[in-house]
């Protein structure tokens, strides 16, 4: 139930992340260092908060590979959330997203679907899922 309670209160935009995945952990490491503002929270699919929020918005609630943020409402995935995301960090990410943002969606989930599919033989898979850094919990569901 707590976890319902949390996932009502979506103003701040949420990462969805596979917690089992290092890249993804890599990632979420990186947004908390470059997000400036503090305005992006965490899920792990894995977790309730995160099943609920990816039911609430019709993404199935297991053997995601890509990456959702929740922003205003919407669902964004793979490279479309990637870019959201990356467009709101600190240094060259801001620069990276606009060109990214250039390519064709076709082309950019193209790359990142190869990427997803062999990200545990690339990256490695964790044998639990990522923990909230020290002073980062209260931006954890």
């Known amino acids: 139930m707590k976890a319902e309670l949390m996932v009502t209160d979506t ?6 992340f596979d917690g ?3 890249l993804c952990s890599r990632a ?3 947004v908390l260092k470059r997000d400036r503002h503090k305005e992006f929270r965490f899920a792990a699919m ?10 609430q918005h019709g993404l199935p609630e297991r053997g995601v590979d890509y990456l959702v943020l929740v922003e ?11 870019i959201r995301i990356a467009s709101r960090l600190t240094g060259p990410w801001r620069c990276w997203a606009a060109v990214v943002r250039l390519v064709p969606r076709f082309l ?21 899922c990522l923990l909230a850094p020290p002073g980062a919990a ?3 569901l």
């Not at 103003?11 to 969805?16: H, N, Q, R, T």
């Not at 894995?46 to 039911?55: D, F, I, P, T, Y």
């Open 46 to 55: 894995q977790s309730a908060a995160g099943r609920e929020l990816l039911k």
């Open 20 to 22: 089992m995945c290092n």
């Open 72 to 82: 205003g409402g919407r669902a964004y995935v793979k490279s479309d959330a990637v």
């Open 138 to 140: 209260e931006r954890f």
């Open 11 to 16: 103003a701040s935009p949420i990462i969805l």
């Open 108 to 128: 950019r989930d193209f790359k990142y679907d190869f990427i997803a599919r062999f990200r545990y033989r690339l990256f490695g898979k964790r044998s639990s």
């Open 28 to 30: 979420v490491r990186v």
